[in-house]
């Protein structure tokens, strides 16, 4: 004969585990979601302003606005709606002696375009109006 509370205790441990592993998978899906940063550059703006806001960011992320598996470098302007971005795969096939991957090169682009805008962008963002 089984012992009914240990087989109940057993259902409930495995639901129990079978929902940790759900949030585990959920919070993993969650954090690719979320673009990492990489690099902010100050606009002039924003150093005359001292607002940390008003700066160019450099972030990667890997996935498009429709979910797809799109994998990329952006940078964008806080202070203005310039943005660029830079898909890895552009940069899969330039020198084949290079041992730099698209990665790689695709964030170096967007340093460079980052800096070179913050290097000049004096735009301000507008307040939201009430």
Known sequence: MSDPVAELMTI???????????????????ARRVP??????????????????????VTEIDRDERGGGVYTTVAACGGCPDTDRFPWGDYDYGNRWSELTG????EARAREWAQAHAETCRAMSLPEAP
């Open 12 to 30: 409930l441990e495995a639901r129990i585990a079978e929902q940790k592993e759900r949030k585990a998978r959920e919070e993993a899906e969650a």
């Open 36 to 57: 990492r940063l990489i690099a902010r550059y100050l606009t002039l703006a924003g150093e005359a302003m001292r607002d940390a806001a008003l700066a160019v960011t």
């Open 103 to 106: 990665q790689q090169r695709a």
